[in-house]
DNA sequence: TATTACCCTATAATATTTATAGACTTTATA
DNA sequence: TATAAAGTCTATAAATATTATAGGGTAATA
């Protein structure tokens, strides 16, 4: 399942995708919207800045708005970013691989076999679908 | 990513699938074989058997065994009992359903819809793959 | 009837996730 | 130029979930 960390920096990402007509939004905004955290929200909102996803404006009139457009923001990108690996298994993982401490060998391992089929049909979701799609739908 | 108890799960039904031909297999050969705490993986065992996946034997010369053919015992059975949802989103679960907490309404979260296509992409693969399709590769 | 091996519940240890705190920097503007 | 607004950053606390252990109970076998 997705952390409360994904799906608020999803939130987060969709109520800027709306009000990209504003020069910036304030976290407090974002926070009210969802009841999430200010505190918390700040957090997420700082990894996506860091990951070029947002930009921020500091001191009076200052705020987050999306840097990218909608359709640059793959969902693949905010997970992998918040969460870590989007894989069922460290071993199948593209971005975050490690071998299974109790594997002997990943060519002898069925499972490793199957969970690769499993990573690749999430990503072709994942990677194909934006901010853009999310947006579309509210 | 799934949980170390739903890979011991895996491991140990490969185990026994492997070892059709006796009757009962201990729970200690299992876990020297992959380094599983015996009493961790006990516990692991006992789940599968309330499932029905597994049968046992008590006393002198018990054990565990299969209970099902590995071709019908599908993959998200596993990870259902040990792990709970497959799905990415509580909202999207077929077996675990929740509302989503700061979600105003299912209808216009543009989130949901696209978690529902991951999931069923996930199930695609995962509801039609079972422990013989892991036996096949090992 | 002694021994073996699974049954079951409770609890402890550890790791991860979620949330909070507080001091600091930048910026607008009165 | 003083003040208040707003993001920056790091540390830490609280809550929750995962992983592991403990120990007595029950059934089967020889």
Known sequence: MLSKKTKYAFHALT???KHRDQKTVLIHDISEEYGISHKFLE???????????LGSK??????YY???EPKDVALSKVIRLLDGPIALLPCVSLNYYEPCAECKSEALCGLNKVMIQVRDEMLNVLENKSL??????E
């Open 15 to 17: 109520y800027l995708g």
């Open 43 to 53: 957090n997420i909102l700082l990894e996506l800045r860091k990951a070029g996803i």
């Open 58 to 63: 500091k001191g009076k009139g200052g705020g």
């Open 66 to 68: 999306l840097i990218k």
């Open 132 to 137: 853009a799609d999310i947006l579309d739908k």
